[in-house]
């Protein structure tokens, strides 16, 4: 092994370590204690590379769903196991086995020991013991999704997280993109104001991203490049009332329905930068999903940074955080990054999906993007180990690229350390203003 990449690995893992993005549970008692091995690590992503691979969707629910001893999980996922163990989101559980657990290799002969070491970590203290004992992370930026402290935890995070854990960062999606009249009313409970009429509707979106700002929101994050494309032109009001108006249809439908709520593109596209003009005047960045989809199937195009650029131009005073390294468009979010002085680069999620495009992504920015455009990681993860694991990849992979840069001789082993200090701290504290010190 280089002797470079060594001595900065080593420094790297001294670093404190500030965490873009997760979706951790807002408290650890809320955490999901009816559970085993496979279904904790299935839970988010590497379930869909087996899928991907083969695995029928009806098994996959079987091991969500039914009482199956740890065995009969295995021996249904076990064929697919296999060929997927080398992806990113199989490496990840690899390395949270072996390092958090001493399990070398997750098989057959070792899922009943792993599941035992697993089921002793449902006791209270494992969240600080991973995130801050082993992880070194000062804060991680938890999306949530209400502003409720009666929250469900199985379907919500909350903005009465744990601070000792989080910072939280408020999801817009409701405001953008109301869907169902669940979550009309939701907007309705939540900001005191009975939405009656489209003046209503943003009146009470002010008042949300208010209280969630003064109730420490660092962030706002625009997660709907899973729903609809990131192209938001600008629309008259009365297009977007218009099509607002829609959801009074199905207002009489019986609530033990699930009602619908009909809004167009135009609304939306008029919410969305109804909510930039908050974001403006508060001062708050916003996070923005680019890239890859989570899951298996979505339009990939509707995901493309580029269609963000009328909102880079338009609101040149807000920060754009741009998640995933938008992969498979990071070439794309260079050109982006290195043009506007009002996007920066978030490479949550991204050393998973591709550790090997994350590191020639971190060569190409390093040659093109300003230095402190760069956060280096987010865990992205619907639990625990994932984080772990995937923070192990980040530090890899930044060390890999940062050792080239050394062996090329563009600067030295002392001058790769501050960089990579910049990247896994200094950059995502200055950029959400984190008021926090080591």
Request: charged content about 30%.
């Amino acid at each position: 092994m280089d002797k470079t990449y060594r001595d900065l690995l080593d420094h790297i893992n001294t670093l404190e370590i500030i965490d873009t993005h997760e979706h951790l549970p807002s408290n650890e008692r809320d955490r999901d204690k009816d559970t085993d091995i496979i279904k904790e690590y299935l839970s988010h992503y590497f379930d869909r590379d087996l899928v991907s691979a083969g695995l029928a969707k009806d098994d996959r629910q079987r091991i969500i769903e039914e009482k199956l001893t740890i065995m009969e999980k295995w021996k249904i996922v076990e064929p697919y196991w296999e060929v997927s163990r080398f992806t990113g989101y199989g490496r990840a559980l690899g390395i949270a086995a072996q390092e958090l657990y001493g399990i070398d290799k997750i098989d057959g002969a070792t899922i009943e020991e792993l599941n035992n070491k697993f089921l002793e970590t449902l006791k209270p203290g494992y969240f600080k013991k991973v995130l801050k004992d082993r992880c070194k992370i000062a804060t991680s930026l938890l999306n949530v999704e209400t502003l409720d402290k009666d929250y469900n935890p199985k379907d919500e995070r909350s903005i009465y997280c744990d601070r000792d854990l989080y910072s939280p960062v408020y999801a817009i999606s409701d405001l953008v993109y109301p869907d169902l009249w669940a979550k009309i009313e939701k907007v309705e409970k939540q900001s005191g104001i009975r939405i009656t009429s489209f003046d209503r509707w943003l009146e009470a979106a002010e008042v949300l991203i208010d209280k969630a700002y003064k109730m420490g929101a660092v962030a706002l994050k625009n997660p709907l490049a899973y729903q609809r494309t990131l192209k938001y032109e600008r629309v008259s009001r009365s297009r977007a009332e218009e099509e607002f108006n829609n959801i009074f249809d199905t207002k009489h439908i019986p609530d033990w329905e699930e009602r619908i709520a009909e809004n167009g593109k135009a609304f939306q596209d008029y919410m969305a930068h109804y909510i930039l003009d908050i974001a403006n005047k508060k001062n708050l960045v916003l996070q923005i999903h680019t890239g890859i989809q989570e899951g298996n199937g979505n339009i990939l195009s509707n995901s493309n940074p580029e269609l963000l650029s009328n909102l880079f131009l338009q609101y040149p005073d807000v920060t754009f955080d741009i998640f995933h390294i938008s992969y498979p468009y990071q070439n794309e979010l260079t050109v982006l990054a290195k043009n506007y002085p009002n996007v920066y680069i978030d490479m949550c999620w991204a050393h998973i999906v591709s550790p090997n495009a994350s590191v020639a992504s971190l060569l190409e920015w390093i040659d093109t993007v300003p230095l402190n455009k760069i956060s280096a990681f987010g865990g992205d993860y619907l639990f625990i180990d994932g984080v772990y694991g995937h923070l192990q990849l980040a530090k890899k992979n930044v060390a890999k690229a940062l050792s080239i840069k050394v062996g090329e001789g563009l600067f030295d082993i002392d001058k790769a350390k501050e960089v990579s200090r910049m990247f896994f701290y200094d950059n995502p504290k200055e950029i959400f203003k984190l008021k926090i010190e080591v």
